[in-house]
């Protein structure tokens, strides 16, 4: 993750990260790393990713949509379903592969330590409020609200 692709935005009653890639592959991986960084705090998230001691897993997220932003709201919203029903806290995207109108990604994480780790913000939904995908210059750029 880094952080200078990941900005806080206001919104009246939620929160929300502006974020930026290189890529598209870069943009979905950098808005699922600030996802969860919201939900730690960006200075634990970081800490929890350097954590070693813990076993690091890896699983296989697929997701469909017709459009980008569709994809990455399934894409999200399945990230917070492994963390919110599984207690997986995802860390890092190793590989995403996008086909006509879905998404597989290779995800690795660790599970939720109640004793080690400290939720900061509970997110309750990624939201559509917004949310456009778009390439502006070299970059892609998306707004994500999430509802808190």
Same mark, same amino acid.
């Given at each position: 993750?880094?952080?200078?692709?990941?900005?806080?935005?206001?919104?009246?009653?939620?929160?929300?990260?502006? #974020?930026? /890639?290189?890529? *598209?592959?870069? @943009?979905?991986?950098?808005?699922? %790393?600030?996802?969860?960084?919201?939900?730690? !705090?960006?200075?634990?998230?970081?800490?929890?990713?350097?954590?070693?001691?813990?076993?690091?897993?890896?699983?296989?997220?697929? #997701?469909? /949509?017709?459009? *980008?932003?569709? @994809?990455?709201?399934?894409?999200? %919203?399945?990230?917070?379903?492994?963390?919110? !029903?599984?207690?997986?806290?995802?860390?890092?995207?190793?590989?995403?592969?996008?086909?006509?109108?879905?998404?597989?990604?290779? #995800?690795? /994480?660790?599970?939720?330590?109640?004793?080690?780790?400290?939720?900061?913000?509970?997110?309750?939904?990624?939201?559509?409020?917004?949310?456009?995908?778009?390439?502006?210059?070299?970059?892609?750029?998306?707004?994500?609200?999430?509802?808190?």
């Amino acid at each position: 993750m880094s952080v200078s692709n990941i900005e806080i935005i206001e919104h009246t009653a939620d929160i929300g990260i502006r #974020v930026r /890639g290189d890529s *598209l592959s870069g @943009l979905f991986t950098n808005a699922a %790393s600030g996802m969860i960084a919201m939900i730690f !705090g960006f200075e634990q998230y970081e800490s929890i990713i350097a954590d070693n001691s813990r076993k690091k897993l890896s699983l296989t997220v697929k #997701v469909q /949509g017709n459009e *980008l932003e569709e @994809l990455l709201m399934s894409f999200l %919203s399945e990230l917070l379903y492994l963390f919110d !029903g599984e207690k997986f806290i995802p860390l890092g995207i190793k590989k995403i592969v996008f086909n006509d109108d879905s998404l597989t990604a290779l #995800v690795e /994480g660790v599970f939720f330590d109640p004793d080690a780790h400290k939720v900061e913000t509970e997110i309750k939904a990624v939201t559509y409020h917004g949310m456009s995908v778009q390439k502006a210059g070299e970059q892609w750029v998306t707004d994500v609200i999430f509802d808190i």
